[in-house]
């Protein structure tokens, strides 16, 4: 199926570390989307107010984001367990979310066949998207998952201590009044402690699958 003038946009919604960024990455390799990490835009923000400590914080979040080049992301690491922290605080307040969201937007427009991930895409950020997942896992799982990653750059980070970041990070974003993290009515729940990656990619496509022939027929 090649999507070429036609729109297929799909939203990928869960908790830290649940897998939703490999779900994600993995479908939109498959059918030819544009890929957007939202997380990453929070980590950015966040990383902007560590390293330059902005007077006006917003002021100065929004020139960036005005200018700013998705791809370049990559290249900073935004993983650090202060970014993280922080993210989930800035996340909370509306001036940051209305520049972000606004980015998002563009992002969707410019990209008709795209999937986003992060944790208000298909309640707020592409609530028309033709597929929306939601991502879950047990802390557990999701700690070990962040625990190996994080280990290969600080080889001293503990274990408990990841646990304990993730646990208080998904209760900020669950309860924030802004934009909280919920499983949207359509959403499919992709359980990543059940499915290995080539489980959760078959699983994904079929309901992919199934709305691409309600649209476009096959
Ligand atoms: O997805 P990731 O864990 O990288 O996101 C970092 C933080 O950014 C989250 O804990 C959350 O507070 C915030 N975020 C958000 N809305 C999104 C994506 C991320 O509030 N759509």
């Given at each position: 199926m090649k999507f070429k003038n036609k729109t297929f946009q799909i939203s990928c919604d869960g908790g830290a570390a649940t897998g939703k960024s490999t779900g994600a990455k993995m479908i939109s390799r498959k059918y030819k989307l544009k890929f957007l990490s939202s997380g990453l835009l929070y980590r950015y923000a966040s990383y902007l107010i560590i390293k330059f400590?902005?007077?006006?914080e917003i002021k100065f979040i929004k020139q960036k984001f005005n200018k700013?080049?998705?791809?370049?992301?990559?290249?900073?690491?935004?993983?650090t367990p202060k970014i993280s922290e922080l993210s989930s605080k800035i996340a909370k307040k509306n001036t940051v979310r209305v520049i972000l969201k606004k980015y998002q937007k563009n992002f969707s427009k410019k990209y008709k066949n795209c999937c986003i991930e992060g944790r208000d895409i298909s309640t707020k950020?592409?609530?028309?998207?033709?597929v929306k997942f939601f991502f879950k896992c047990s802390l557990n799982i999701a700690a070990k998952r962040r625990y190996k990653e994080l280990k290969r750059v600080n080889?001293?980070?503990?274990f408990q201590d990841v646990k304990k970041a993730l646990r208080i990070r998904n209760i900020s974003d669950i309860k924030r009044?802004?934009?909280?993290?919920l499983k949207h009515n359509d959403a499919v729940s992709i359980d990543t402690g059940k499915l290995d990656k080539k489980a959760m990619l078959a699983k994904m496509s079929k309901f992919v699958e199934k709305e691409i022939n309600k649209k476009y027929g096959n």
């Open positions: 400590k902005p007077k006006n700013l080049n998705y791809k370049k992301l990559n290249k900073i690491n935004l993983h950020i592409l609530p028309d998207s033709d080889r001293k980070i503990k009044k802004n934009s909280p993290l």
